[in-house]
């Protein structure tokens, strides 16, 4: 009979303990367990508080709000106290008798007939805290081993609950603190540009963050857009959630609508477990959805279904699922010109454009260019601990330069530069040969350009496997936008690349 009843309690107290994320209310369910099953008339969990080294009463069954305050014991003081000194489970079979029961709560009014049971509750040998107890022991009640032996069982699943809450809330503080650091990154402070058209996409930025609005972000590659979608995320009042970027131009069309929407279990071969999709996880967050444009038609509409009622299915199920996310796309396409050919769907285009934000290119706000040179020369010399300046006609050459590649090829000239030089100054004939081949006014320097190459066909080829090179880097390997950024199609650079034997694993 009572084998049974310790087994169910015991079964039970492992359940409840986490049963949730509140501390307080699964120890109180567990001990509303012990006493409903064995009997007891109070029970209390301390816990140690590793700064004052004291312990508390975390929760209390059968106490008043007033005793449970007046519980605090130093360690080695009272019965509690000695208990997590030793470590040591201590069993007293008549309080009124024993002159070391502080009864500090003075919950028992009168302490004779009253046995009292206190147990450590330690791992690993960390004493982290002890349970205590109350019984009324009479004869045939009998063994106290019983009790113990149950009371042994049941603190270690407190030690073990108490250590995993512990380690949750320090994770949720390092979140919170990681977080802190994502936002302060995404500042508009860390985002260089004083040019009037760089100030007018601060202020549109500015004033759509707090909206919820569906942003599309337009500009040439390396302008900015990721970085403009991560500042919106971070400074909305969704920035303690998720910001989830999808670049579709980098998965294979076919796996487009399983990442973006997940997949059941069983949904096709192979498909042997469920999958949440992006928009799952941008749940309550922002999803940026990079290079809209190559969104394959079948999926343009189920993403216009996600936009006008917030809800969609997984691959394999007829469950619809709703999701609350805040939509950014960005795209170097001309979208309108997608629409007059019928490869993007116009209501699709009118609900993406709600408020349509255009990055300019860098060549269109080169008075931009000596102040991100300073900032990324800053963020590369700390990085790679160098001391590099650039000299002022390095300057001045850098800021005539048109930059095809934008923000992210200014970035990757500026850590080549501050890696590569020995110098301490860089002066113009150090920049990079692409850089000094290039001249808006006049025709390309002769001297600079030409690198011991035996005639003008090598050296075209030689300047063109550079440029792919160099594109594919900034691309990180994607294919379709280093085409878009040298302007020839996906086909030609494809024929470039075997024919230059360029290994596309490097990127
Ligand atoms: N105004 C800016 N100030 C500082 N860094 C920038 C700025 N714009 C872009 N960058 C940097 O340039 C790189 C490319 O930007 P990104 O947002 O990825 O461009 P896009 O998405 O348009 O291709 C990133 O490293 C980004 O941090
Ligand atoms: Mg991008």
């Given amino acids: 009979m009572r084998k049974n009843a310790e087994l169910s309690a015991i079964l039970q107290v492992s359940q409840v303990l986490t049963s949730s994320l509140d501390l307080e209310k699964n120890l109180y369910a567990a001990m509303e367990i012990l006493a409903g099953r064995l009997g007891l008339q109070r029970g209390c969990v301390f816990l140690l508080d590793p700064v004052t080294r004291e312990l508390k009463i975390v929760s209390a069954y059968g106490l008043s709000r007033e005793e449970i305050q007046r519980g605090k014991y130093r360690i080695g003081e009272g019965i509690v106290g000695r208990v997590i000194e030793t470590g040591q489970p201590m069993f007293i079979p008549n309080i009124g008798a024993e002159p070391k029961f502080l009864n500090k709560t003075d919950s028992r009014p009168q302490k004779s007939g009253i046995s009292f049971l206190c ?55 390092e979140c919170g603190h990681l977080r802190m650091q994502l936002k302060e990154k995404f500042s508009l402070p860390n985002i260089v540009g004083e040019s009037a058209p760089f100030q007018q996409v601060l202020k549109l930025v500015r004033r759509v963050a707090a909206t919820d609005t569906t ?23 969704r920035a303690k959630q998720s910001f989830v970027a999808v670049n579709l131009a980098a998965l294979p069309e076919n796996l487009i ?87 993007f769907r116009e209501d699709l285009y009118w609900r993406l454009n709600v408020v349509p934000i255009v990055l300019p290119p860098l060549r269109e706000r080169a008075e931009d260019i000596p102040l991100l040179l300073d900032f990324y020369m800053d963020k590369f010399n700390r990085l790679h601990q160098r001391r590099v300046r650039l000299n002022p ?68 080829q030689q300047l063109e496997r550079r440029r792919i090179l160099q594109a594919l880097k900034d691309t990180r390997g994607v294919q379709q936008q280093a085409s878009r950024i040298l302007g020839i199609t996906p086909r030609q650079l494809g024929y470039r690349i075997r024919k230059y034997g360029i290994d596309l694993r490097a990127f």
Wanted: charged content about 25%; aromatic content about 6%.
């Fill in 393 to 460: 006609a390095a300057v001045a050459r850098l800021k005539s330069y048109a930059w095809p590649g934008n923000v992210r090829e200014l970035a990757n000239t500026t850590e080549r530069l501050v890696i590569m030089t020995d110098k301490e100054t860089i002066a113009e004939g150090d920049l990079p040969p692409n850089i000094l081949c290039f001249n808006s006014t006049a025709a390309p320097m002769r001297d600079f350009c030409a690198p011991g190459a035996e005639d003008l066909g090598d050296e075209v």
């Fill in 215 to 237: 942003v599309l972000l337009l500009g040439e590659s390396g302008t900015g857009k990721e970085l403009i979608a991560q500042t919106l995320h971070y400074q909305s009042r």
């Fill in 119 to 173: 147990m450590p509750i330690a791992l690993d040998g960390r004493s982290l805290g002890v349970i205590s107890v109350d019984g009324i022991y009479t004869a045939q009640e009998g063994n106290v081993d019983d009790d113990l032996r149950v009371l042994s069982i049941v603190s270690s699943f407190i030690a073990q609950f108490v250590l995993l809450w512990e380690h949750l809330r320090q994770a949720e503080n």
């Fill in 257 to 343: 609508e399983a990442e973006l929407f997940g997949v059941e279990k069983g949904a096709f071969t192979g498909a042997a477990v469920r999958r949440a999709g992006r928009f799952e996880l941008a749940d309550q967050g922002t999803i940026f959805l990079d290079e809209i444009g190559e969104l394959p038609l079948n999926l343009q509409v189920k993403l216009l279904r996600v936009l006008q009622e917030r809800t969609f299915e997984r691959i394999g199920s007829s469950d619809s699922m709703a999701v609350d996310v805040r939509v950014v796309t960005a795209t170097n396409r001309n979208l309108m010109e997608a629409v007059a050919k019928g490869t």
